[in-house]
Antibody, heavy 126, light 108 residues
Framework: QVQLQESGPGLVKPSETLSLTCVVS?????????WGWIRQPPGKGLEWIGS???????YYNPSLKSRVTISVDTSKNEFALGLSFVTAADTAVYYC???????????????????WGKGSLVTVSS | ERAMTQSPVTLSVSPGERVTLSCRAS??????LAWYQHKPGQAPRLLIY???TRATGIPARFSGSGSGTEFTLTINSLQSEDFAVYYC??????????FGQGTKLELK
């Protein structure tokens, strides 16, 4: 059974970098799929942040692209999120998830999220 | 950006009822739509993908339909464990996945 677990600091100061890791168990990241990050600010809906394939190919939400880095470490079977220059608006529950894919348009295309972590609350405050 | 609009925002229902949730896309997305169930403190759960295909282990009382810009999630004979927030997600524009704002099912 595939399981994902987010980890990282629960409190980050404004202007600093938010860093989270998602450890995957029950499935090898090297075997495929995209791996994504989604967040939910308090009282709001879900916002996709970005996704990465084990090959390193990544897609980011254009509204966050300048501040986001997503990386994958197949040796540790984990992937990570970095979000720089955070403000209070970045306070949210951050979820990691596995994203199914399909080969189309001569490349791998990410689809829906079939397995999620329980989420990690990150608060941006001084 | 493919904006996704869900309605209603909140739906008050009783166990045993049949409920229909709507999701509308600002541009046509074919059948590239998924539905998720989200309970407080839990991981979101994939219910439906491809607009109408139930994910593994999802009870038959959940069904999805639609194509293009109009989609529905129907729950037949609502169970107590179905009270949650439901989100739709389009993945037609695969470089920019977007979610609806959610519909909350609450006990009447």
């Amino acid at each position: 059974q595939v399981q994902l677990q987010e980890s990282g600091p629960g409190l980050v100061k404004p202007s600093e970098t938010l860093s989270l890791t998602c450890v995957v168990s029950g499935y090898s990241i090297s075997s495929g799929y995209f791996w994504g990050w989604i967040r939910q600010p308090p009282g709001k809906g879900l916002e996709w942040i970005g996704s990465i394939h084990q090959s390193g190919k990544a897609y980011y939400n254009p509204s966050l692209k300048s501040r986001v880095t997503i990386s994958v470490d197949t040796s540790k079977n984990e992937f990570a999120l970095g979000l720089s220059f955070v403000t209070a608006a970045d306070t949210a529950v951050y979820y990691c998830a596995r994203q199914d894919d399909i080969f189309g348009l001569e490349q791998l295309v990410p689809l829906y999220f079939d397995c999620w972590g329980k989420g990690s609350l990150v608060t941006v405050s001084s | 950006e493919r904006a996704m609009t869900q309605s209603p925002v909140t739906l008050s229902v009783s166990p045993g009822e049949r409920v229909t949730l709507s999701c509308r896309a600002s541009h046509t997305i074919s059948n590239n739509l998924a539905w998720y169930q989200h309970k407080p403190g839990q991981a979101p759960r994939l219910l439906i993908y491809g607009a109408s295909t139930r994910a593994t282990g999802i009870p038959a009382r959940f069904s999805g339909s639609g194509s293009g810009t109009e989609f529905t999630l129907t729950i037949n004979s609502l169970q107590s464990e179905d009270f949650a927030v439901y989100y739709c997600q389009q993945y037609n524009n695969w470089q920019m996945s977007t979610f609806g704002q959610g519909t909350k099912l609450e006990l009447k």
